[in-house]
């Protein structure tokens, strides 16, 4: 089981990415800001952060600059989290340090696969490919609280 902060504001989308998450097997801590994204991450020392870039208080750019200037978060996989457009968000989540990106709205029948991929620091596109036979359950997951 892979420990996994999700940096996010938007209660739907946190709680969404949570669900499909922990359905998959991993351990989920949320935050709803970047200070708070900050403190849980270098309290908790996950195995991968998914970060929102356009947070209320920092913004995506900062959060992923002060993890990474911490040598316990050098090997830790950061994936962007957002609503940008495609050719946008990979072209930021690159400048920004990210290690890969998810746009939303999430697949949810891929959505765990990419997240293991990214774990396991295999291309998310070839994950995609059998990604449907490891999480065609995790599509039922209900979405409403």
Not at 99 to 119: E, H, M, S
Request: aromatic fraction near 4%; hydrophobic fraction near 40%; charged fraction near 20%.
């Amino acid at each position: 089981m892979s420990q996994i902060v999700v940096i996010e504001d938007n209660v739907q989308n946190a709680r969404m990415a949570s669900k499909l998450l922990r359905h998959a097997g991993h351990e989920v801590i949320v935050a709803e800001d970047g200070e708070s994204g900050l403190t849980t991450a270098f309290e908790n020392d996950p195995d991968l952060i998914l970060i929102d870039l356009g947070l209320p208080d920092l913004d995506g750019q900062t959060v992923v600059a002060l993890l990474r200037q911490q040598p316990t978060m050098q090997g830790t996989p950061i994936i962007a989290f957002t609503a940008w457009p495609e050719g946008t968000a990979h072209s930021m989540a690159k400048a920004y340090g990210c290690d890969g990106v998810i746009t939303k709205p999430i697949d949810t029948r891929l959505f765990a696969g990419q997240i293991q991929a990214y774990i396991k620091n295999v291309d998310p596109a070839a994950a995609e490919t059998t990604a449907t036979d490891t999480t065609e359950d995790t599509a039922s997951v209900e979405t409403t609280s």
